[in-house]
């Protein structure tokens, strides 16, 4: 089993031998998630912090739900309304807390780094969930479990992905992932939303819908990410949707048997349109939510038995 | 009268690398030559290069507001260190230097404090907010050397061709940042692979082209005495060169970062290699450094600014931009030397001479009569950079760590002897 990390900052620093084996930890996890008794005793003892200083409904209570099956002892921190607003810098808010040992500290915040700035100056493990349009690791993981289920394998698959890829830190977390694992990567979007710096990361621009989805596996759709837009990228919503919005029409270009994914939440009638999103034949868009708990038990327990096994190398150092 | 022998004399004005002596006579330089040295008291060079000292040209030095950050005297403990005898500072301080006041208030303190010689800049509009122009007779009469905003670009160009104009009637010369301010808002970065990588918001190095393009035509309209206080990219160059040939009154300089460290160094989010504007590709870097080489762009100066610890420990977006460089400046530049991109007199063609000759100072010269600011130094000496061991009181260095050579053996500022290693 090869998992080396101390901390899960993003996809780039992963070998792809360390994907494979959160992602195989984590079909173990789907399987205890369905049963009646969802309870593991990995993280038993164990600390988690969940600190988020921009707002977040899914991915924290994934991130609860995930540390409290495996047994962690787990606490909020809803970062936006706390010391910030008095001044605090990051790094005391990282000493503070350092102080109260941590083990596992699961990060968002809305600024590209913060989270590697973090992770320098405490010593517990560190998870990424998601900073500014960096990464989102754990998100790509839950996209990359949720494909191989679908497709009984995580490569030579055409994906594509659309929407604003610009200022989408799923679209680069999954881009690297995918890549990684060999798979051909379409970015499908305007272009004032789809940077073509991204050609040289091997993918290919597509500003057409229609030619962009043509023959692809995976159709991976992204939310128009209103709050972080700093004036006209697109006309109008109604034109987005009519251009780059997923519906029926568009679909057809893809496989017949492409499944259609979204990270949420949805913004219905912009980038997706609602009976797309509900057919249960196409949309995965429910399974990737159940494979999100699994895959951060995974990450949770792998950084937790390299953090103890760290700690039992610095213990027999001393003695 | 004091008499250097066995220097290598690097001489920028005759582009002379060459073995022998050179006398002073007081503060002046009286003459130099080869061969015999005359008699009288000697300091034996051991075949270490003598150059004329560095003229600095945008050192920021924190006063007045910011003085935790560096004072006149911290900056000129700096300056001697690392071969600079004239500091230039800028106005993009707490509050801006924009009144004849304020300028006499850092004149007095520069005076008492500093012992390097230090000149001063003056804003071009109150407050650098681009609305009004400042008293620019005023504050050229009071010795301002030079009128800039500096990273403030004057957006509105009815109040720039007035200044210019303005500033032409007084004879002074304008300090502009080539850059198109609506382009360039926020970003962190230049794009391209590595910001996107990185998730930082960028500019693309056509901001800087823009920027250029829109002075030279108000230089062209107004005939004002122009120059560029950075140009980093490879796009803005060609229109640059067509402006010299057509005989506009424009000059050029680069920063030492921009010469010598590109995008890539800033890594994981170091906030140390933060500059304004941000570092480039490495294609666009020896661009520069051909620039120089050439005499396109004229000045190379180290823009130095202090920064403290709790502005750069910050998420990359957040941090405060700015390196301290006046004890870099010249190492970091001799690894354009020992790279053989750049010789010894067009280093100091680009460091002293054309800084000096711009500002129409008589410095940056090894001519007689020219003041006998000097700086000796060791070109091929090793050593490893230790921050800590700067002595500007902000530590903001990327070259922490940094393996260097080319250290200052002393420093003279009008023949008197301002450091020592």
Redesign the interface.
Same mark, same amino acid.
């Given at each position: 089993m090869a998992f080396r990390q101390k901390h899960l900052l993003g996809i780039?620093p992963l070998h792809p031998d360390e994907i494979t084996t959160v992602l195989d930890v984590a079909e173990r996890y789907v399987d205890l998630n369905r049963q009646a008794n969802k309870h593991s005793d990995a993280l038993k003892g164990l600390t988690q912090i969940n600190m988020f200083f921009e707002n977040s409904t899914r991915t924290q209570s994934s991130f609860e739900l995930a540390g409290k099956r495996l047994g962690a002892d787990v606490m909020n921190m809803a970062m936006q309304a706390s010391s910030i607003k008095k001044g605090e810098? %990051?790094?005391d808010t990282a000493l503070t807390l350092n102080a109260m040992h941590p083990d596992l500290l699961v990060v968002r /915040?809305p /600024?590209? !780094?913060?989270v *590697? %700035?973090l992770a320098q100056k405490v010593n517990c493990a560190v998870l990424n969930a998601g *900073? !500014?349009? /960096?990464?989102h690791p754990t998100q790509a993981l839950l996209d990359a479990l949720t494909i191989r289920r679908a497709k009984g394998r995580l490569h030579r698959l055409n994906i594509a992905i659309c929407g604003d890829i610009a200022h989408s830190?799923v679209a680069?977390s999954n881009l690297m992932l995918l890549g990684k694992m060999e798979n051909r990567v379409r970015l499908v979007g305007p272009p004032t939303l789809v940077?073509q710096? #991204?050609k040289? #990361?091997g993918c290919e621009i597509y500003d057409d819908m229609a030619e962009g989805l043509k023959d692809v596996d995976v159709v991976m759709m992204l939310r128009l990410q209103k709050e972080r837009m700093?004036g006209g990228f697109i006309p109008s919503e109604r034109e987005y949707f009519y251009r780059y919005g997923l519906d029926a029409d568009k679909l057809a270009h893809a496989k017949p048997d492409a499944i259609v994914m979204h990270p949420g939440p949805m913004n219905r009638g912009v980038e997706i349109d609602g009976t797309i999103a509900d057919d249960i034949n196409r949309s995965v868009i429910q399974e990737q939510v159940e494979m999100g708990v699994a895959v951060r038990m995974a990450a949770m327990d792998l950084l937790a038995r390299n953090l103890k096994s760290a700690r039992e190398a610095d213990a027999g150092v001393m003695v | 009268m004091t008499i250097f022998t066995n220097a290598r004399l690097i001489d920028p004005e005759a582009q002379t690398d060459t073995l022998g002596w050179l006398r002073l006579d007081g503060n002046v330089i009286a003459e130099t030559g080869t061969g015999t040295p005359p008699e009288g008291a000697h300091v034996d060079c051991a075949g270490k290069c003598l150059a004329p000292g560095i003229v600095d040209l945008g050192v920021k030095v924190s006063e007045p507001g910011e003085r935790h950050k560096e004072s006149f005297a911290s900056a000129g403990r700096a300056a001697a260190a690392g071969g600079v005898t004239t500091i230039v500072t800028r106005p993009d301080t707490l509050n801006a230097i924009d009144t004849p006041e304020v300028l006499e208030f850092v004149q007095r303190r520069a005076a008492s404090d500093a012992i390097v010689k230090v000149k001063h800049m003056s804003a071009l509009t109150k407050g650098r907010e681009g609305r009004e122009m400042v008293e620019i007779g005023f504050m050229r009469d009071a010795g301002a050397v030079a009128f800039t905003d500096c990273d403030h670009v004057v957006a509105d160009t009815k109040v720039l061709q007035r200044a210019l104009t303005y500033a032409k009637s007084c004879g002074a010369l304008v300090i502009g940042h080539p850059q198109d301010p609506c382009l360039s808002k926020g970003a962190s970065a230049t794009s391209g692979k590595f910001a996107a990588l990185r998730g930082l918001p960028a500019v693309s190095p056509m901001a800087e082209r823009m920027g250029l393009d829109r002075d030279l035509a108000m230089i062209e309209m107004t005939g004002a005495s122009y120059h560029f206080d950075q140009i980093t990219t490879s796009r803005a160059l060609p229109a640059l060169e067509r402006a010299k040939q057509n005989g506009f009154d424009v000059t050029a300089g680069v920063s030492i970062h921009h010469l010598t460290l590109n995008e890539l160094d800033v890594g994981d989010y170091r906030t140390f290699f933060k500059v304004k504007p941000p570092l480039r590709s490495e294609e666009d870097r020896l661009a520069m450094v051909g620039a120089v080489a050439s005499g396109l762009v004229d000045v190379i100066s180290s823009m130095h600014t202090p920064q403290d610890e709790e502005s750069k420990r910050l998420p990359f977006e957040e941090a405060a931009s700015g390196a301290v460089a006046l004890e870099t400046l010249l190492p970091a530049a001799l690894r354009l030397y020992h790279a053989g991109q750049l010789t010894l007199p067009e280093l100091f063609r680009a460091m002293s001479l054309n800084p000096a000759k711009r500002l129409g100072l008589e410095t940056g010269r090894l001519s007689e009569g020219a003041p006998a600011d000097l700086v000796l130094f060791d070109a091929d000496a090793p050593f490893v950079l230790d921050r800590f061991t700067l002595r500007s009181k902000s530590k903001n260095t990327p070259f922490d760590g940094a393996r260097m050579q080319g250290i200052v053996k002393g420093t003279w500022v009008d023949g008197q002897r301002v450091f020592e290693a």
């Open positions: 780039e810098t %990051l790094i /915040h /600024h590209s !780094g913060a *590697d %700035l *900073d !500014g349009k /960096h990464e830190r680069r940077p710096q #991204f040289e #990361f700093d | -």
